[in-house]
T-cell receptor, first 115, second 115 residues
Framework: QQQVKQSPQSLIVQKGGISIINCAYE??????FPWYQQFPGKGPALLIA?????SEKKEGRFTISFNKSAKQFSLHIMDSQPGDSATYFC??????????????FGKGTKLSVKP | NAGVMQNPRHLVRRRGQEARLRCSPM?????VYWYRQLPEEGLKFMVY????????ESGMPKERFSAEFPKEGPSILRIQQVVRGDSAAYFC?????????????FGEGSWLTVV
């Protein structure tokens, strides 16, 4: 499977600060890049997503920045809150290597927001 | 996450037994994906199915694992002769159609423990 590389593995941010999580991909066949939020014992929930024809997308406190030439994208959480403490996964969707299209996930970032 | 139903939520099996995990997709969704999540890791694609068809099983282990999505009833992921390494969370996701990475929704997962 094609890789999506995510960093950092864990992140500690003070309440009100900015959380930044980065991802990089290799295959230009990917054409959709979602971020998922997962709380312990729960399934991943779609948070925000972007397509490569857009450089930035903002929804509330969450912003995706996308750099097509560098094949990188990042999630910014503004005014981070303790309730944002969760594991965040970036993903890439597309058709590659004969696949029929599916999501490839990064390994996740465990975010802790300290009060 | 609302709408993709998985059961059982937790399952304990002894080594050598069979595990059957069920997934009912969201209403109107005809595409089902199964992912496996090992502790502290991201989600790994296993298999992609439509009604009565396996579309992509490139992520499925070659032995002991099988999946189906019959015309009637839920999708089933079957693991025969389970081993300790099969202990993981198994997530099902669904979408209404292919080529729609932006509408893939996940269930709450089935946690398999092999003792």
């Amino acid at each position: 499977q094609q890789q999506v590389k995510q960093s950092p593995q864990s992140l500690i941010v003070q309440k009100g600060g900015i959380s930044i999580i980065n991802c990089a991909y290799e295959n230009t066949a990917f054409d959709y890049f979602p971020w998922y939020q997962q709380f312990p014992g729960k399934g991943p929930a779609l948070l925000i997503a972007i397509r490569p024809d857009v450089s930035e997308k903002k929804e509330g406190r969450f912003t995706i920045s996308f750099n097509k030439s560098a094949k990188q994208f990042s999630l910014h959480i503004m005014d981070s809150q303790p309730g944002d403490s969760a594991t965040y996964f970036c993903a890439a969707y597309g058709y590659y290597g004969g696949s029929q299209g599916n999501l490839i996930f990064g390994k996740g970032t465990k975010l802790s927001v300290k009060p | 996450n609302a709408g993709v139903m998985q059961n059982p939520r937790h399952l304990v099996r002894r080594r050598g037994q069979e595990a059957r995990l069920r997934c009912s997709p969201m209403k109107g969704h005809s595409h089902v994906y199964w992912y496996r999540q090992l502790p502290e890791e991201g989600l790994k694609f296993m298999v992609y199915l439509q009604k009565e068809n396996i579309i992509d099983e490139s992520g499925m282990p070659k032995e002991r694992f099988s999946a189906e999505f019959p015309k009637e009833g839920p999708s089933i992921l079957r693991i025969q002769q389970v081993v300790r390494g099969d202990s993981a969370a198994y997530f099902c996701a669904s979408s209404p159609q292919a080529d729609s990475g932006n509408t893939i929704y996940f269930g709450e997962g089935s946690w398999l423990t092999v003792v």
